[in-house]
């Protein structure tokens, strides 16, 4: 687990450095930290406030379906699901982490590997009623500006194919054990008739839980795309809130298919395209960087720290056993 751990950091910061390379190269100047003195402080803390709002519905949507799974917790520790779960999206592929880590924060709190892996499903179905219910507004803004989808769709194939060739380069010269995978499959596959018998209880008993999980869901990505907003409000008060909020769904459709860790490079190059209609150039790169760590990075490193605390607190608490 460490091991991989480090491995996702190292990528992590490996994408978002190359990334950063090229804005500065690309669009960034020492204009902007001259003008990120002068904005309007309201709309920054606004940011601030609707990624506080993010890790709130994430929190809401993993209670409800944890209590409908008899999983019982205190709100506050469903921060610190949701801030672990943001750490260990961030540093694999697809943000597929963020799962693995919600079965440990889950399970230390007594959760049986069935009910866990129940609860984690429905959140992810739960989590796609947003991209859905978004489809159409997406195809109608690519509809609208097919320049800026052509070349987000540019960004997301070239780091589509760096990922590949960079993963058949390590199939090559490294061989992974694969003890571990296999012990891990045969547990799934104890668990799973468990498992089967629990989602089907939980899709006939629990509505109303999944409802409240949907609609957490949708405020949980509603806030995110706010705080973009919000922040570039703050450079420039001029567009409507909707319109910025729009020119972002695209770009989080492609952060979410991503194949690079937490959607390294392909949001930070991705934002250069989907806000450029809203900032003069010298201001873009700055810009892209400031909101990839408000709306990502700064969790992700909260996340990271609390992930430590509590492998510490349970690596000392299982040697005083």
């Given amino acids: 687990m460490y091991r991989s751990i480090l491995y996702g950091i190292f990528l992590t910061l490996l994408f978002v450095g190359g990334s950063l390379l090229y804005i500065v190269?690309?669009?960034?100047?020492?204009?902007?930290?001259?003008?990120?003195?002068?904005?309007?402080?309201?709309?920054?803390?606004?940011?601030?406030?609707c990624m506080l709002l993010y890790h709130t519905f994430d929190n809401i949507r993993f209670f409800v379906l944890s209590r409908a799974m008899k999983l019982r917790y205190s709100f506050f520790y469903g921060y610190v699901i949701s801030y672990i779960n943001t750490f260990g999206a961030t540093i694999t592929p697809s943000q597929a982490g963020g799962e693995f880590m919600s079965m440990y924060t889950l399970s230390r709190k007594g959760g049986k590997l069935h009910k866990v892996l129940s609860i984690l499903t429905m959140k992810m179905l739960s989590g796609s009623t947003f991209f859905i219910l978004a489809l159409p507004y997406v195809l109608l803004h690519i509809y609208k500006n097919p320049s800026q989808g052509i070349r987000i769709g540019y960004v997301l194939l070239f780091f589509l194919a760096l990922v590949l060739f960079s993963y058949i380069l390590l199939r090559l010269f490294f061989k992974r054990k694969s003890s571990n995978q296999q012990k891990l499959i045969q547990r799934l596959k104890y668990n799973l008739k468990k498992y089967l018998v629990v989602l089907k209880i939980f899709l006939r008993d629990k509505k109303a839980s999944i409802l409240i999980a949907c609609l957490s869901s949708v405020l949980v990505y509603m806030s995110f795309l706010a705080s973009g907003a919000f922040l570039l409000k703050s450079f420039n008060p001029t567009p409507e809130i909707l319109t910025l909020i729009e020119h972002q769904l695209l770009l989080l459709y492609a952060i979410f298919i991503s194949p690079t860790p937490g959607g390294s490079g392909v949001g930070e190059?991705?934002?250069?395209y989907a806000f450029e209609p809203f900032l003069e150039l010298s201001l873009l790169g700055g810009f892209s960087l400031l909101w990839r760590f408000i709306t990502q990075y700064l969790s992700a490193i909260i996340g990271g720290f609390l992930l430590a605390f509590l492998l510490i607190k349970d690596a000392k608490r299982f040697k005083d056993a």
Wanted: hydrophobic share 50%; glycine share 4%.
């Fill in 25 to 49: 190269k690309k669009t960034f100047t020492k204009d902007f930290f001259n003008v990120l003195i002068h904005v309007d402080k309201k709309y920054m803390l606004m940011s601030f406030a």
């Fill in 269 to 272: 190059v991705g934002a250069l």
